[in-house]
Protein backbone atom coordinates (compact mmCIF):
# COMPACT_ATOMS: atom_id res chain seq x y z
CA UNK A 1 0.00 0.00 0.00
CA UNK A 2 1.28 3.40 -0.93
CA UNK A 3 -0.25 6.61 0.88
CA UNK A 4 1.07 10.01 -0.73
CA UNK A 5 -0.32 13.21 0.77
CA UNK A 6 -1.09 16.61 -0.41
CA UNK A 7 -2.52 19.90 1.14
CA UNK A 8 -3.22 17.32 4.20
CA UNK A 9 -5.34 14.83 2.01
CA UNK A 10 -4.37 11.25 2.04
CA UNK A 11 -5.42 8.81 -1.13
CA UNK A 12 -5.12 4.91 0.26
CA UNK A 13 -4.53 2.57 -3.32
CA UNK A 14 -4.83 -1.27 -2.67
CA UNK A 15 -4.34 -2.27 -6.29
CA UNK A 16 -0.89 -2.65 -8.41
CA UNK A 17 -2.16 -0.75 -10.87
CA UNK A 18 -3.00 1.98 -9.04
CA UNK A 19 0.37 1.84 -6.90
CA UNK A 20 2.30 1.93 -10.12
CA UNK A 21 0.28 5.40 -11.04
CA UNK A 22 1.60 6.84 -7.18
CA UNK A 23 5.32 5.88 -7.30
CA UNK A 24 5.31 7.54 -10.89
CA UNK A 25 4.16 10.87 -9.97
CA UNK A 26 6.27 11.02 -6.39
CA UNK A 27 9.03 10.05 -9.08
CA UNK A 28 8.02 12.63 -11.20
CA UNK A 29 7.57 15.29 -8.38
CA UNK A 30 11.09 14.13 -6.52
CA UNK A 31 12.62 14.85 -10.03
CA UNK A 32 11.21 18.04 -11.90
CA UNK A 33 9.11 19.16 -8.89
CA UNK A 34 5.62 18.70 -10.78
CA UNK A 35 2.68 19.33 -8.70
CA UNK A 36 -1.34 18.41 -9.18
CA UNK A 37 -0.77 14.55 -9.22
CA UNK A 38 -4.32 13.07 -9.57
CA UNK A 39 -5.54 9.91 -7.95
CA UNK A 40 -5.92 6.71 -10.07
CA UNK A 41 -9.65 6.64 -11.42
CA UNK A 42 -10.23 3.25 -9.74
CA UNK A 43 -8.85 4.77 -6.50
CA UNK A 44 -12.04 5.62 -4.55
CA UNK A 45 -10.05 6.50 -1.71
CA UNK A 46 -7.88 8.79 -3.68
CA UNK A 47 -10.79 10.39 -6.08
CA UNK A 48 -12.59 10.74 -2.78
CA UNK A 49 -9.81 12.92 -1.87
CA UNK A 50 -10.24 14.96 -4.39
CA UNK A 51 -13.57 16.50 -3.95
CA UNK A 52 -12.70 19.23 -1.99
CA UNK A 53 -10.45 20.42 -5.47
CA UNK A 54 -13.23 22.40 -7.59
CA UNK A 55 -11.20 21.90 -10.22
CA UNK A 56 -10.71 17.75 -9.78
CA UNK A 57 -14.25 17.66 -8.29
CA UNK A 58 -16.72 16.99 -11.42
CA UNK A 59 -14.17 13.99 -12.29
CA UNK A 60 -13.82 12.51 -9.01
CA UNK A 61 -17.97 12.36 -8.52
CA UNK A 62 -18.18 10.64 -11.42
CA UNK A 63 -15.08 8.61 -10.54
CA UNK A 64 -16.83 7.14 -7.77
CA UNK A 65 -20.28 7.23 -9.59
CA UNK A 66 -18.78 4.49 -12.01
CA UNK A 67 -17.28 2.30 -9.43
CA UNK A 68 -19.72 2.26 -7.45
CA UNK A 69 -22.20 1.36 -10.05
CA UNK A 70 -19.77 -1.06 -11.17
CA UNK A 71 -19.38 -2.83 -7.76
CA UNK A 72 -23.19 -3.13 -6.84
CA UNK A 73 -23.47 -4.71 -10.37
CA UNK A 74 -20.45 -7.34 -9.81
CA UNK A 75 -21.94 -8.36 -6.62
CA UNK A 76 -26.20 -8.38 -7.44
CA UNK A 77 -26.94 -4.92 -6.06
CA UNK A 78 -25.83 -5.93 -2.64
CA UNK A 79 -25.03 -2.91 -0.81
CA UNK A 80 -22.94 -5.04 2.55
CA UNK A 81 -20.88 -6.47 -0.06
CA UNK A 82 -17.13 -6.00 1.22
CA UNK A 83 -16.41 -4.42 -2.27
CA UNK A 84 -19.56 -2.79 -2.45
CA UNK A 85 -18.73 -1.19 1.51
CA UNK A 86 -15.31 -0.44 0.74
CA UNK A 87 -16.52 2.49 -1.94
CA UNK A 88 -19.15 3.12 0.33
CA UNK A 89 -16.76 4.13 3.64
CA UNK A 90 -14.01 5.56 1.46
CA UNK A 91 -16.16 8.25 -0.15
CA UNK A 92 -19.70 9.21 2.20
CA UNK A 93 -17.87 11.68 4.28
CA UNK A 94 -15.93 12.92 2.06
CA UNK A 95 -19.50 13.52 -0.29
CA UNK A 96 -21.16 14.67 2.47
CA UNK A 97 -18.87 17.07 3.29
CA UNK A 98 -18.69 18.55 0.00
CA UNK A 99 -22.41 18.75 -0.35
CA UNK A 100 -22.77 21.00 2.93
CA UNK A 101 -19.62 22.84 2.34
CA UNK A 102 -20.14 23.70 -1.04
CA UNK A 103 -23.62 24.57 -2.05
CA UNK A 104 -22.96 27.23 -5.18
CA UNK A 105 -21.86 24.05 -7.08
CA UNK A 106 -25.28 22.98 -7.31
CA UNK A 107 -24.65 20.87 -10.67
CA UNK A 108 -21.84 18.62 -8.88
CA UNK A 109 -23.97 18.56 -5.64
CA UNK A 110 -27.05 16.79 -8.01
CA UNK A 111 -24.37 14.19 -8.93
CA UNK A 112 -23.34 13.71 -4.93
CA UNK A 113 -27.20 13.00 -4.30
CA UNK A 114 -27.60 11.01 -7.21
CA UNK A 115 -24.54 9.05 -5.42
CA UNK A 116 -25.88 9.01 -2.26
CA UNK A 117 -29.21 7.97 -3.26
CA UNK A 118 -27.76 4.56 -4.18
CA UNK A 119 -25.45 4.10 -1.20
CA UNK A 120 -28.55 4.52 0.93
CA UNK A 121 -26.12 5.11 3.57
CA UNK A 122 -26.70 6.83 7.31
CA UNK A 123 -23.86 9.01 7.09
CA UNK A 124 -25.41 11.13 4.28
CA UNK A 125 -28.05 12.26 6.28
CA UNK A 126 -26.06 15.79 6.90
CA UNK A 127 -26.27 16.41 3.14
CA UNK A 128 -30.03 15.08 2.86
CA UNK A 129 -31.23 17.12 5.21
CA UNK A 130 -28.86 20.41 3.35
CA UNK A 131 -30.68 19.20 0.34
CA UNK A 132 -34.06 19.74 2.02
CA UNK A 133 -33.38 23.35 2.36
CA UNK A 134 -34.39 23.91 -1.62
CA UNK A 135 -34.74 27.48 -3.25
CA UNK A 136 -36.78 27.83 -6.02
CA UNK A 137 -35.97 27.26 -9.48
CA UNK A 138 -32.68 26.62 -8.15
CA UNK A 139 -32.52 23.34 -6.30
CA UNK A 140 -35.82 21.61 -6.42
CA UNK A 141 -34.11 18.57 -7.38
CA UNK A 142 -31.89 18.33 -4.79
CA UNK A 143 -34.99 18.08 -2.50
CA UNK A 144 -36.76 15.51 -4.19
CA UNK A 145 -33.59 13.67 -4.44
CA UNK A 146 -32.55 13.86 -0.70
CA UNK A 147 -36.30 12.70 0.69
CA UNK A 148 -36.45 9.91 -2.12
CA UNK A 149 -33.34 8.88 -0.42
CA UNK A 150 -34.11 9.58 3.29
CA UNK A 151 -37.54 7.22 2.74
CA UNK A 152 -35.16 4.39 1.31
CA UNK A 153 -32.28 5.16 4.45
CA UNK A 154 -32.11 3.78 7.75
CA UNK A 155 -31.91 6.86 9.85
CA UNK A 156 -30.34 6.74 12.82
CA UNK A 157 -32.05 7.37 16.05
CA UNK A 158 -30.65 9.90 16.96
CA UNK A 159 -30.82 12.04 13.83
CA UNK A 160 -34.60 11.59 13.18
CA UNK A 161 -35.98 14.56 14.98
CA UNK A 162 -33.53 16.28 13.05
CA UNK A 163 -34.59 15.06 9.73
CA UNK A 164 -38.07 15.27 10.75
CA UNK A 165 -37.73 19.43 10.95
CA UNK A 166 -36.30 19.62 7.96
CA UNK A 167 -38.68 17.58 6.26
CA UNK A 168 -41.54 19.66 7.76
CA UNK A 169 -39.61 23.07 6.99
CA UNK A 170 -39.17 21.88 3.25
CA UNK A 171 -42.92 20.74 2.98
CA UNK A 172 -43.53 24.57 4.38
CA UNK A 173 -42.20 26.66 1.88
CA UNK A 174 -44.06 24.62 -1.30
CA UNK A 175 -46.88 26.90 -1.74
CA UNK A 176 -47.89 26.35 -5.80
CA UNK A 177 -48.89 23.84 -7.83
CA UNK A 178 -46.15 23.27 -10.63
CA UNK A 179 -45.06 19.84 -11.30
CA UNK A 180 -41.91 20.03 -9.70
CA UNK A 181 -43.96 21.08 -6.29
CA UNK A 182 -46.35 18.21 -6.40
CA UNK A 183 -43.47 16.13 -6.67
CA UNK A 184 -41.03 17.47 -3.85
CA UNK A 185 -44.53 17.33 -1.77
CA UNK A 186 -44.80 13.56 -2.64
CA UNK A 187 -41.54 12.46 -2.19
CA UNK A 188 -41.40 14.39 1.08
CA UNK A 189 -44.69 13.22 2.70
CA UNK A 190 -42.87 9.81 2.10
CA UNK A 191 -40.01 10.39 3.91
CA UNK A 192 -42.02 12.07 6.73
CA UNK A 193 -44.04 8.55 7.03
CA UNK A 194 -41.03 6.60 7.07
CA UNK A 195 -39.33 8.89 9.73
CA UNK A 196 -42.66 8.76 11.89
CA UNK A 197 -43.09 5.35 11.09
CA UNK A 198 -39.33 4.14 12.69
CA UNK A 199 -39.68 6.41 15.79
CA UNK A 200 -40.91 5.12 19.28
CA UNK A 201 -43.96 6.43 20.95
CA UNK A 202 -44.43 10.13 21.27
CA UNK A 203 -40.90 11.01 19.78
CA UNK A 204 -40.28 14.35 18.54
CA UNK A 205 -40.22 13.09 15.21
CA UNK A 206 -43.38 10.95 15.14
CA UNK A 207 -44.82 13.83 16.80
CA UNK A 208 -43.27 16.00 14.15
CA UNK A 209 -44.31 13.37 11.40
CA UNK A 210 -47.89 13.12 12.63
CA UNK A 211 -48.64 16.95 12.82
CA UNK A 212 -47.63 17.96 9.48
CA UNK A 213 -49.32 15.29 7.56
CA UNK A 214 -52.22 15.81 10.31
CA UNK A 215 -52.35 19.25 8.76
CA UNK A 216 -51.48 17.92 4.78
CA UNK A 217 -54.15 14.78 5.17
CA UNK A 218 -57.31 17.49 6.17
CA UNK A 219 -55.77 21.01 4.09
CA UNK A 220 -57.79 23.12 1.92
CA UNK A 221 -54.93 24.81 0.96
CA UNK A 222 -54.43 25.70 -2.85
CA UNK A 223 -52.06 23.56 -4.79
CA UNK A 224 -52.20 20.56 -2.50
CA UNK A 225 -53.32 18.07 -4.31
CA UNK A 226 -56.07 15.56 -3.62
CA UNK A 227 -53.62 12.62 -4.64
CA UNK A 228 -51.13 14.06 -2.31
CA UNK A 229 -53.66 14.14 0.76
CA UNK A 230 -54.67 10.85 0.54
CA UNK A 231 -51.06 9.74 0.47
CA UNK A 232 -50.75 12.01 3.40
CA UNK A 233 -53.57 10.46 5.31
CA UNK A 234 -51.97 6.96 3.81
CA UNK A 235 -49.06 7.59 5.84
CA UNK A 236 -50.58 8.41 8.67
CA UNK A 237 -52.28 5.15 8.72
CA UNK A 238 -48.85 3.47 8.48
CA UNK A 239 -47.55 5.33 11.27
CA UNK A 240 -50.62 4.85 13.28
CA UNK A 241 -50.29 6.97 16.01
CA UNK A 242 -53.67 7.28 17.89
CA UNK A 243 -53.16 11.43 17.79
CA UNK A 244 -53.99 11.15 13.74
CA UNK A 245 -57.59 9.59 14.74
CA UNK A 246 -59.06 13.38 14.50
CA UNK A 247 -57.87 14.22 10.91
CA UNK A 248 -58.45 10.57 9.78
CA UNK A 249 -62.02 10.80 10.57
CA UNK A 250 -62.32 13.70 8.65
CA UNK A 251 -60.30 12.08 5.84
CA UNK A 252 -64.03 9.75 5.87
CA UNK A 253 -65.65 12.50 4.20
CA UNK A 254 -62.63 14.40 2.14
CA UNK A 255 -63.44 14.08 -1.95
CA UNK A 256 -61.76 15.09 -4.21
CA UNK A 257 -63.18 18.81 -5.66
CA UNK A 258 -62.65 18.01 -9.43
CA UNK A 259 -64.65 14.99 -8.35
CA UNK A 260 -66.85 14.60 -5.33
CA UNK A 261 -67.69 11.15 -5.68
CA UNK A 262 -63.97 10.03 -5.28
CA UNK A 263 -63.80 10.03 -1.72
CA UNK A 264 -60.64 8.99 0.50
CA UNK A 265 -63.04 6.81 2.25
CA UNK A 266 -61.12 3.64 2.13
CA UNK A 267 -57.51 5.35 2.81
CA UNK A 268 -59.52 6.51 6.11
CA UNK A 269 -60.84 3.88 6.77
CA UNK A 270 -57.28 1.37 6.51
CA UNK A 271 -55.55 4.20 9.02
CA UNK A 272 -58.30 3.66 11.40
CA UNK A 273 -58.05 0.07 11.39
CA UNK A 274 -54.25 0.17 11.72
CA UNK A 275 -54.97 2.37 15.08
CA UNK A 276 -57.51 -0.46 16.15
CA UNK A 277 -59.45 0.12 20.05
CA UNK A 278 -58.57 3.59 20.39
CA UNK A 279 -60.28 4.44 17.23
CA UNK A 280 -63.56 3.01 18.42
CA UNK A 281 -64.78 5.47 20.53
CA UNK A 282 -64.23 8.54 18.59
CA UNK A 283 -66.10 6.54 15.75
CA UNK A 284 -68.97 5.81 18.13
CA UNK A 285 -69.35 10.07 19.05
CA UNK A 286 -69.56 10.39 15.02
CA UNK A 287 -71.97 8.23 14.74
CA UNK A 288 -73.83 9.55 17.51
CA UNK A 289 -73.55 13.10 15.86
CA UNK A 290 -71.28 14.11 18.52
CA UNK A 291 -68.08 15.42 16.50
CA UNK A 292 -68.31 19.16 15.33
CA UNK A 293 -66.14 18.67 12.97
CA UNK A 294 -67.05 15.84 11.18
CA UNK A 295 -70.62 17.33 10.91
CA UNK A 296 -68.77 20.16 9.04
CA UNK A 297 -67.00 17.73 6.72
CA UNK A 298 -70.60 15.89 6.12
CA UNK A 299 -71.95 19.58 5.08
CA UNK A 300 -69.30 20.53 2.85
CA UNK A 301 -69.47 17.14 1.30
CA UNK A 302 -73.28 17.29 0.46
CA UNK A 303 -72.71 20.99 -0.80
CA UNK A 304 -70.10 19.83 -3.46
CA UNK A 305 -72.35 16.95 -4.47
CA UNK A 306 -75.32 18.99 -4.49
CA UNK A 307 -73.45 21.55 -6.59
CA UNK A 308 -71.66 18.96 -9.11
CA UNK A 309 -75.02 16.67 -9.42
CA UNK A 310 -77.95 19.77 -9.50
CA UNK A 311 -79.16 18.55 -6.02
CA UNK A 312 -79.27 14.90 -6.76
CA UNK A 313 -78.87 13.65 -3.27
CA UNK A 314 -80.60 17.05 -1.20
CA UNK A 315 -82.56 14.65 0.53
CA UNK A 316 -79.58 13.22 2.56
CA UNK A 317 -78.65 15.02 5.47
CA UNK A 318 -75.35 15.50 7.29
CA UNK A 319 -76.71 13.02 9.74
CA UNK A 320 -76.74 10.31 7.04
CA UNK A 321 -73.91 11.27 5.56
CA UNK A 322 -72.38 10.90 9.17
CA UNK A 323 -73.70 7.69 9.41
CA UNK A 324 -72.98 6.36 6.77
CA UNK A 325 -69.23 6.98 7.19
CA UNK A 326 -68.86 5.99 10.72
CA UNK A 327 -70.66 2.69 10.08
CA UNK A 328 -69.04 1.93 7.59
CA UNK A 329 -65.27 2.79 9.45
CA UNK A 330 -66.76 0.54 12.47
CA UNK A 331 -67.34 -2.24 9.73
CA UNK A 332 -64.02 -2.22 8.71
CA UNK A 333 -62.74 -1.74 11.95
CA UNK A 334 -64.71 -4.80 12.98
CA UNK A 335 -64.04 -5.10 16.75
CA UNK A 336 -66.85 -6.99 18.67
CA UNK A 337 -67.22 -3.96 20.66
CA UNK A 338 -69.29 -2.26 18.15
CA UNK A 339 -72.25 -5.18 18.22
CA UNK A 340 -74.25 -3.56 20.47
CA UNK A 341 -74.36 0.66 19.22
CA UNK A 342 -74.58 -0.82 15.74
CA UNK A 343 -77.68 -3.15 16.87
CA UNK A 344 -79.04 0.03 18.37
CA UNK A 345 -78.42 1.88 15.13
CA UNK A 346 -80.83 -0.53 13.13
CA UNK A 347 -83.59 0.19 15.20
CA UNK A 348 -82.78 4.12 13.94
CA UNK A 349 -86.05 5.68 11.96
CA UNK A 350 -84.01 6.60 9.63
CA UNK A 351 -83.98 3.58 7.14
CA UNK A 352 -80.59 5.05 5.42
CA UNK A 353 -78.62 4.94 9.24
CA UNK A 354 -80.84 1.59 9.89
CA UNK A 355 -78.93 0.20 6.38
CA UNK A 356 -75.59 1.36 6.70
CA UNK A 357 -75.45 0.06 10.42
CA UNK A 358 -76.82 -4.16 9.24
CA UNK A 359 -74.51 -3.73 6.11
CA UNK A 360 -71.50 -2.72 9.15
CA UNK A 361 -73.03 -5.73 11.02
CA UNK A 362 -71.59 -8.12 8.59
CA UNK A 363 -68.26 -6.84 8.66
CA UNK A 364 -67.97 -7.19 12.53
CA UNK A 365 -65.41 -10.14 13.23
CA UNK A 366 -67.84 -12.00 16.03
CA UNK A 367 -67.69 -15.41 17.41
CA UNK A 368 -70.59 -18.36 16.07
CA UNK A 369 -72.59 -17.42 19.66
CA UNK A 370 -73.48 -13.80 18.27
CA UNK A 371 -74.54 -14.89 14.65
CA UNK A 372 -78.11 -15.70 15.44
CA UNK A 373 -78.61 -12.55 16.78
CA UNK A 374 -77.07 -10.78 13.74
CA UNK A 375 -78.95 -12.70 11.39
CA UNK A 376 -82.25 -11.98 13.19
CA UNK A 377 -81.19 -8.00 12.88
CA UNK A 378 -80.26 -8.69 9.17
CA UNK A 379 -83.59 -10.23 7.89
CA UNK A 380 -85.73 -7.78 10.27
CA UNK A 381 -84.10 -4.94 8.88
CA UNK A 382 -84.70 -6.65 5.13
CA UNK A 383 -88.22 -6.72 6.06
CA UNK A 384 -88.22 -2.92 7.53
CA UNK A 385 -87.09 -1.66 4.66
CA UNK A 386 -90.18 -2.57 2.79
CA UNK A 387 -92.00 0.38 3.82
CA UNK A 388 -89.47 2.67 2.20
CA UNK A 389 -91.31 3.58 -0.95
CA UNK A 390 -90.54 3.33 -4.86
CA UNK A 391 -87.07 2.46 -6.53
CA UNK A 392 -85.26 3.64 -3.66
CA UNK A 393 -86.28 0.70 -1.17
CA UNK A 394 -85.97 -1.60 -3.68
CA UNK A 395 -82.10 -0.74 -3.98
CA UNK A 396 -81.74 -0.05 0.09
CA UNK A 397 -82.91 -3.94 0.10
CA UNK A 398 -80.99 -5.06 -2.54
CA UNK A 399 -77.92 -3.89 -0.89
CA UNK A 400 -78.92 -5.32 2.23
CA UNK A 401 -78.96 -8.33 0.22
CA UNK A 402 -75.51 -8.73 -1.27
CA UNK A 403 -74.19 -7.50 2.17
CA UNK A 404 -76.02 -10.49 3.96
CA UNK A 405 -74.44 -13.08 1.43
CA UNK A 406 -70.67 -12.05 3.28
CA UNK A 407 -72.24 -13.47 6.23
CA UNK A 408 -71.39 -16.89 4.51
CA UNK A 409 -73.61 -17.91 7.05
CA UNK A 410 -75.33 -20.88 5.35
CA UNK A 411 -78.63 -20.42 7.82
CA UNK A 412 -79.42 -17.57 5.63
CA UNK A 413 -79.93 -20.00 2.23
CA UNK A 414 -82.91 -21.17 2.78
CA UNK A 415 -84.38 -16.73 3.47
CA UNK A 416 -82.56 -15.96 0.12
CA UNK A 417 -84.76 -19.15 -1.70
CA UNK A 418 -87.77 -17.70 0.13
CA UNK A 419 -86.99 -14.17 -1.55
CA UNK A 420 -86.44 -15.65 -5.01
CA UNK A 421 -89.52 -17.77 -4.66
CA UNK A 422 -91.56 -14.65 -4.05
CA UNK A 423 -93.35 -13.80 -6.96
CA UNK A 424 -94.67 -10.74 -5.12
CA UNK A 425 -91.47 -8.91 -4.89
CA UNK A 426 -90.30 -6.76 -7.13
CA UNK A 427 -87.62 -8.45 -10.17
CA UNK A 428 -84.61 -7.01 -9.23
CA UNK A 429 -84.98 -8.45 -4.96
CA UNK A 430 -85.93 -11.69 -6.68
CA UNK A 431 -82.55 -11.97 -9.49
CA UNK A 432 -80.40 -10.66 -5.97
CA UNK A 433 -81.64 -13.16 -3.57
CA UNK A 434 -81.36 -16.02 -6.54
CA UNK A 435 -77.83 -15.01 -6.92
CA UNK A 436 -77.06 -14.28 -3.04
CA UNK A 437 -78.37 -18.42 -3.14
CA UNK A 438 -76.47 -19.55 -5.95
CA UNK A 439 -73.40 -18.12 -4.52
CA UNK A 440 -73.69 -20.55 -1.05
CA UNK A 441 -75.42 -22.99 -2.28
CA UNK A 442 -74.22 -26.74 -1.90
CA UNK A 443 -75.42 -29.48 -3.44
CA UNK A 444 -78.81 -30.26 -1.82
CA UNK A 445 -79.73 -26.50 -2.01
CA UNK A 446 -78.73 -26.27 -5.53
CA UNK A 447 -81.26 -29.17 -6.49
CA UNK A 448 -83.66 -26.52 -4.36
CA UNK A 449 -82.32 -23.61 -6.84
CA UNK A 450 -83.34 -26.13 -9.99
CA UNK A 451 -86.84 -26.71 -9.13
CA UNK A 452 -87.60 -22.90 -8.57
CA UNK A 453 -86.07 -22.73 -12.08
CA UNK A 454 -87.86 -25.13 -13.56
CA UNK A 455 -90.75 -23.13 -12.34
CA UNK A 456 -90.66 -20.34 -12.83
CA UNK A 457 -92.31 -19.19 -16.61
CA UNK A 458 -90.34 -17.69 -19.34
CA UNK A 459 -89.80 -14.40 -20.05
CA UNK A 460 -92.11 -14.56 -23.06
CA UNK A 461 -94.94 -15.43 -20.51
CA UNK A 462 -94.00 -13.13 -17.45
CA UNK A 463 -91.26 -14.82 -15.74
CA UNK A 464 -87.57 -14.95 -15.37
CA UNK A 465 -86.15 -18.35 -16.10
CA UNK A 466 -84.07 -17.21 -18.69
CA UNK A 467 -82.13 -14.82 -15.89
CA UNK A 468 -82.21 -17.80 -13.33
CA UNK A 469 -80.74 -19.71 -15.40
CA UNK A 470 -77.78 -17.82 -16.24
CA UNK A 471 -76.26 -19.05 -12.63
CA UNK A 472 -76.54 -22.80 -13.92
CA UNK A 473 -72.78 -23.11 -14.02
CA UNK A 474 -72.50 -22.01 -10.26
CA UNK A 475 -75.36 -24.73 -9.36
CA UNK A 476 -73.14 -27.65 -11.55
CA UNK A 477 -70.14 -26.72 -9.83
CA UNK A 478 -72.10 -27.22 -6.19
CA UNK A 479 -73.51 -30.36 -7.47
CA UNK A 480 -69.92 -31.44 -8.27
CA UNK A 481 -68.18 -30.22 -5.13
CA UNK A 482 -70.58 -29.54 -2.22
CA UNK A 483 -68.91 -28.98 0.56
CA UNK A 484 -65.76 -30.25 -0.53
CA UNK A 485 -63.29 -27.46 0.02
CA UNK A 486 -60.22 -28.68 -2.13
CA UNK A 487 -62.63 -28.89 -4.66
CA UNK A 488 -63.80 -25.33 -4.27
CA UNK A 489 -60.07 -24.44 -4.01
CA UNK A 490 -59.39 -26.11 -7.34
CA UNK A 491 -61.98 -23.74 -8.96
CA UNK A 492 -61.24 -20.66 -7.27
CA UNK A 493 -58.73 -20.69 -11.27
CA UNK A 494 -61.93 -21.34 -13.18
CA UNK A 495 -61.92 -19.21 -16.61
CA UNK A 496 -66.34 -18.82 -15.86
CA UNK A 497 -66.72 -15.86 -13.77
CA UNK A 498 -69.41 -17.06 -11.56
CA UNK A 499 -67.77 -20.24 -10.25
CA UNK A 500 -64.80 -18.75 -9.80
CA UNK A 501 -67.02 -16.04 -7.43
CA UNK A 502 -68.98 -19.21 -6.15
CA UNK A 503 -65.57 -20.56 -5.29
CA UNK A 504 -64.62 -17.82 -3.13
CA UNK A 505 -67.93 -17.37 -1.37
CA UNK A 506 -67.91 -21.58 -0.91
CA UNK A 507 -64.04 -21.42 0.52
CA UNK A 508 -65.68 -19.01 3.22
CA UNK A 509 -68.71 -20.68 4.41
CA UNK A 510 -66.34 -23.92 4.80
CA UNK A 511 -62.72 -23.12 4.95
CA UNK A 512 -62.89 -20.62 7.99
CA UNK A 513 -59.30 -20.34 9.80
CA UNK A 514 -57.82 -23.14 7.39
CA UNK A 515 -54.37 -22.38 6.07
CA UNK A 516 -54.37 -23.82 2.59
CA UNK A 517 -58.05 -21.93 1.75
CA UNK A 518 -56.57 -18.98 2.69
CA UNK A 519 -53.33 -19.58 0.91
CA UNK A 520 -55.29 -20.15 -2.15
CA UNK A 521 -57.38 -17.19 -1.69
CA UNK A 522 -54.08 -14.89 -1.58
CA UNK A 523 -53.17 -16.38 -4.81
CA UNK A 524 -55.90 -14.93 -6.51
CA UNK A 525 -56.32 -11.78 -5.15
CA UNK A 526 -55.12 -10.36 -8.41
CA UNK A 527 -57.81 -12.16 -10.22
CA UNK A 528 -58.52 -9.70 -14.09
CA UNK A 529 -62.05 -9.58 -13.04
CA UNK A 530 -62.90 -6.81 -10.50
CA UNK A 531 -65.64 -9.18 -9.52
CA UNK A 532 -63.91 -12.22 -8.24
CA UNK A 533 -61.17 -10.02 -6.39
CA UNK A 534 -63.53 -8.79 -4.58
CA UNK A 535 -64.94 -11.99 -4.05
CA UNK A 536 -61.96 -13.20 -2.68
CA UNK A 537 -60.58 -10.18 -0.83
CA UNK A 538 -63.89 -10.26 1.50
CA UNK A 539 -63.62 -14.04 1.52
CA UNK A 540 -60.25 -13.77 2.68
CA UNK A 541 -61.03 -11.32 5.51
CA UNK A 542 -63.60 -13.95 6.91
CA UNK A 543 -61.67 -17.05 6.39
CA UNK A 544 -58.01 -15.45 7.77
CA UNK A 545 -59.06 -15.80 11.38
CA UNK A 546 -55.34 -15.28 12.37
CA UNK A 547 -54.65 -12.68 10.24
CA UNK A 548 -52.34 -13.40 7.20
CA UNK A 549 -48.93 -11.50 6.73
CA UNK A 550 -48.83 -13.09 2.78
CA UNK A 551 -51.99 -11.59 1.66
CA UNK A 552 -50.71 -7.78 3.76
CA UNK A 553 -47.92 -7.92 1.56
CA UNK A 554 -49.69 -8.96 -1.71
CA UNK A 555 -52.27 -6.07 -1.12
CA UNK A 556 -49.41 -4.09 -0.42
CA UNK A 557 -47.92 -4.69 -3.74
CA UNK A 558 -50.99 -4.32 -5.40
CA UNK A 559 -51.33 -0.75 -4.39
CA UNK A 560 -47.99 0.29 -5.29
CA UNK A 561 -47.90 -1.16 -8.62
CA UNK A 562 -51.56 -0.75 -9.39
CA UNK A 563 -52.50 2.99 -7.92
CA UNK A 564 -54.03 5.60 -10.42
CA UNK A 565 -55.66 2.55 -12.61
CA UNK A 566 -59.45 1.92 -12.83
CA UNK A 567 -59.14 -1.67 -11.62
CA UNK A 568 -57.45 -0.61 -8.15
CA UNK A 569 -59.52 2.51 -7.70
CA UNK A 570 -62.36 -0.09 -7.69
CA UNK A 571 -60.33 -2.94 -5.55
CA UNK A 572 -58.69 -0.46 -3.20
CA UNK A 573 -62.04 0.45 -1.24
CA UNK A 574 -62.21 -3.37 0.10
CA UNK A 575 -58.53 -3.94 -0.01
CA UNK A 576 -57.08 -1.41 1.96
CA UNK A 577 -59.44 -1.63 5.36
CA UNK A 578 -59.11 -5.60 4.80
CA UNK A 579 -55.44 -5.84 4.80
CA UNK A 580 -55.17 -3.65 7.90
CA UNK A 581 -57.75 -5.77 9.56
CA UNK A 582 -55.51 -8.94 8.41
CA UNK A 583 -52.24 -7.02 9.33
CA UNK A 584 -54.02 -6.57 13.20
CA UNK A 585 -55.20 -10.16 13.55
CA UNK A 586 -51.30 -11.61 13.14
CA UNK A 587 -49.76 -8.53 14.94
CA UNK A 588 -49.11 -8.94 18.88
CA UNK A 589 -49.56 -5.31 19.31
CA UNK A 590 -53.66 -5.45 19.22
Not at 552 to 558: L, N, P, T
Request: charged share 25%; glycine share 6%.
Amino acid sequence: MLVTHRHGVSAVSRSPRAGAARALCVLAFAAVGLVGCHASPDDARGQAGELANPVRRENAVLNLQRLYAKALADHDGNRKSAAVAAIADASVVPLTKTYVGHPEDRRNGLRILQLLAEMRDPRSVPALVAALDWRSQVSEQHAVLAAQTLENTDIPADERAKVAEALVAALGKIHLSRPIDAQMRTEMIRALGKVGDASPVDSPARQAAVKALSELAVSNVPGVGFEERRLAAHELGIIASPRSIPALIECLFAFDPRQPSRLMRGVAAEGLVRIGRPALDPLLAVLAGKDPAATDAARRYLAALNARHANALSRLTPDQVQGLAATYALGALGLPAALDPLMRETEADDPHRKLNAAVALVRLNLPASDRQRVRDALTRVYKELGSVAGSEGVQMRNQLLVAMTHTYDDALVPFFLAQARDTKLPPQLRLSAFDSAALLADRNEAKQMRAIITSEPKSEDGGYRESFEKSAPMLDAAEACDNELSCWIDKLGSTDEGVARKAAYMVARDGRGDAKAVAALVDHLDDPKISVRLAVVTALDHVAVDGSPAAVQKIDAMHRDEAGRALWAQFSGEALPTAARLRARSSSER
